[in-house]
T-cell receptor, first 113, second 114 residues
């Protein structure tokens, strides 16, 4: 298995632009998570899905953030409009079972200037 | 939201030394996981401990889950430069609608000098 695949690896965009991050989970994993990592706040859970359905989005910072999972093999995290404070590394992870170990992707380093 | 406190935040040691990283909370977890993260990559799962008092060994790494399932420790024997990285503990919520959701500690940055 190729693991969790995220794209792009790096994204530099101007403030106000729309940013879309993509994730392909491990086949057969029913849980998908989006995390954001910064030096100040560490790893923060943004949202997670179970069988393509959003279960908990309480970590989404504000309405500028949205996430979708149209099918079991693809998810997106969108920021519109982006702001400099959104600069961080965004990770996608998937898990086979609830409470089980996570497999993380390599992350997308987002820089908003 | 359950909080996990890791200590120390930073650890800089010489090759061959032993070290222990601690992960503490006032909350009970259904399980606790340890991850290691290298620069530019995502965290990689090292181990999951489930039972209070459980001890797991992975080569030179020893993981322990507290009896009350509120805390954990990671002990590395004879550290090597390849052990350098960010070590994260993560607790899985024990009940309610948040059951199974992971909360991560802030991490311990370990540097092992040759």
């Amino acid at each position: 298995d190729a693991g969790v695949i995220q794209s792009p690896r790096h994204e530099v965009t101007e403030m106000g632009q729309e940013v879309t991050l993509r994730c392909k989970p491990i086949s057969g994993h029913d849980y998908l998570f989006w995390y954001r990592q910064t030096m100040m706040r560490g790893l923060e859970l943004l949202i997670y899905f179970n069988n393509n359905v959003p279960i908990d989005d309480s970590g989404m910072p504000e309405d500028r953030f949205s996430a979708k999972m149209p099918n079991a093999s693809f998810s997106t995290l969108k920021i519109q409009p982006s702001e400099p404070r959104d600069s961080a590394v965004y990770f996608c992870a998937s898990s086979l079972v609830r409470g089980g170990g996570y497999t993380f992707g390599s992350g997308t380093r987002l820089t908003v200037v | 939201t359950q909080l996990l406190e890791q200590s120390p935040q930073f650890l800089s040691i010489q090759e061959g030394e032993n070290l222990t990283v601690y992960c503490n909370s006032s909350s009970v977890f259904s399980s606790l996981q340890w991850y290691r993260q290298e620069p530019g990559e995502g965290p990689v799962l090292l181990v999951t401990v489930v039972t209070g008092g459980e001890v797991k060994k992975l080569k030179r790494l020893t993981f322990q889950f507290g009896d009350a399932r509120k805390d954990s420790s990671l002990h590395i024997t004879a550290a090597q430069p390849g052990d350098t990285g960010l070590y994260l503990c993560a607790g899985a919520d024990a009940g309610g609608t948040s059951y199974g959701k992971l909360t991560f500690g802030q991490g311990t940055i370990l540097t092992v000098h040759p």
